[in-house]
């Protein structure tokens, strides 16, 4: 079975531009949640999606949103770009939404490194 | 206050030098406490998903147990490869539906 695969793997933007990052889920897979990961604070969540509605968001500025699609695929947009947004962006997925009982394990893709200059 | 504290933040081993890494949290009500395994520039790999206290699982060189309060993950003569940093996350009733990442250790063995 296919893994995470988020595209594109590497993106070199400038401030005050956006950008769209793309993360296909586990088939099967219905929920999606993204991270964003820097050297000095860790994993950090910025929302998680299950069956096309958001179920949870971290405590980032409205500039991050995202959506997911009736396939569950699952893009996250960037607005206003500023250079603290230089990160390595994860997404996971995993059966059911968090809060399940037992809790699904998340598989994470590869990530999308971003770049802002 | 972190709901997740890993501990050492980073640990060199000699090759077959066994030890234990350490991943303590606050939560309550905890529904998952997960393992993963992240080399640099890559997504978190998948290692191990403790439920309750007592239990424990292995993997090759790797073991991972659980209490009430930490969790150990134990790594039986370590190879070179096995350097990587190691991430704890947990789920639980008062993490408002979010899984919590501890900062990780950054693991080195050494030939």
């Known amino acids: 079975k296919a893994g995470v695969t988020q595209t594109p793997r590497y993106l070199i933007k400038t401030r005050g531009q956006q950008v769209t990052l793309s993360c296909s889920p586990i088939?099967?897979?219905?929920?999606v949640s993204w991270y964003q990961q820097t050297p000095g604070q860790g994993l950090q969540f910025l929302f998680e999606?299950?069956?096309?509605?958001?179920?949870n968001k971290g405590n980032f500025p409205g500039r991050f949103s995202g959506r997911q699609f009736s396939n569950s695929r699952s893009e996250m947009n960037v607005s206003t770009l500023e250079l603290g947004d230089s990160a390595l962006y994860l997404c996971?997925?995993?059966?059911?939404?968090?809060?399940?009982?037992?809790?699904?394990?998340?598989?994470f893709g590869p990530g999308t490194r971003l770049l802002v200059l | 206050e972190d709901q997740v504290t890993q501990s050492p933040e980073a640990l060199r081993l000699q090759e077959g030098e066994s030890s234990s890494l350490n991943c303590s949290y606050t939560v309550s009500g905890l529904r998952g406490l997960f393992w993963y395994r992240q080399d640099p520039g890559k997504g978190p790999e998948f290692l191990f998903t403790?439920?309750?206290a007592g239990e424990e699982k292995e993997k090759e060189r790797l073991k991972a147990t659980l209490t009430k309060k930490e969790s150990f993950l134990h790594i039986t003569a370590p190879k070179p490869e096995d350097s990587a940093t190691y991430l704890c996350a947990v789920q639980a009733r008062n993490t408002g539906n979010q899984f919590y990442f501890g900062t990780g250790t950054s693991l080195t063995v050494i030939p």
């Open positions: 999606y299950f069956s096309e509605t958001q179920r």
């Open positions: 088939s099967g897979h219905r929920s």
């Open positions: 403790l439920y309750s």
């Open positions: 996971a997925s995993s059966l059911a939404a968090t809060g399940a009982i037992p809790q699904e394990t998340q598989y």
